[in-house]
């Protein structure tokens, strides 16, 4: 169980660092980071909580993050520092609010119904990301006049090839 788990959630140690590092970060920091925090965290989920779930940094929001916030969307211009500082304070004010139970508030406010929406939306969004990395979907030019603003890539170049091979592989 221990090495299924770790086989199905390997694939943040290079994913992780490669998204977070083409926003700016050091590569060989965020591996290291990536690294430690999932160890950390799944010692201490296993050793704390006695719950054998293997945690790691969240590829959802790590992709938010490097495309979203620092690539300038709604016009904004920050650098990854002040970017994690946020990030920094957003995590101490959910440890607060988890303290005083306002969180569990929240959360059973949500219907479960968008719960699932957003994990099924969270995981979506990582496969779009994996499929423009790939090559398999690409950016439509600006000369193009459709409203979709991608369009299938070269499926007979290398990287999409050996994206659609390790995904056959995986499915097997």
């Avoid at 970060?25 to 430690?36: P, R």
């Avoid at 304070?89 to 609010?97: P, T």
């Avoid at 369009?151 to 007979?156: A, F, K, M, V």
């Amino acid at each position: 169980a221990g090495a299924t788990t770790f086989l199905t959630m390997a694939y943040i140690v290079f994913v992780n660092p490669s998204i977070l590092s083409a926003a700016g970060m050091d590569f060989g920091a965020v591996f290291t980071a990536t690294c430690l925090a999932a160890a950390i965290g799944t010692l201490l989920m296993g050793l704390l909580a006695n719950y054998p779930i293997a945690l790691a940094p969240l590829m959802g929001e790590n992709a938010f993050f490097a495309t979203a916030v620092l690539a300038g969307v709604a016009g904004t211009q920050v650098t990854w520092q002040v970017a994690l500082a946020a990030v920094f304070i957003s995590g101490v004010l959910f440890v607060l609010l988890t303290l005083v139970r306002v969180r569990e508030l929240i959360l059973d406010a949500v219907p479960a119904g968008l719960k699932h929406a957003i994990a099924a939306a969270i995981g979506l969004f990582i496969v779009f990301i994996g499929l423009v990395n790939a090559g398999i979907i690409v950016r439509r030019g600006a000369e193009d006049p459709t409203l979709v603003p991608v369009r299938l890539g070269d499926l007979t170049s290398a990287p999409p090839l050996l994206a659609l091979a390790g995904t056959f592989l995986t499915a097997v």
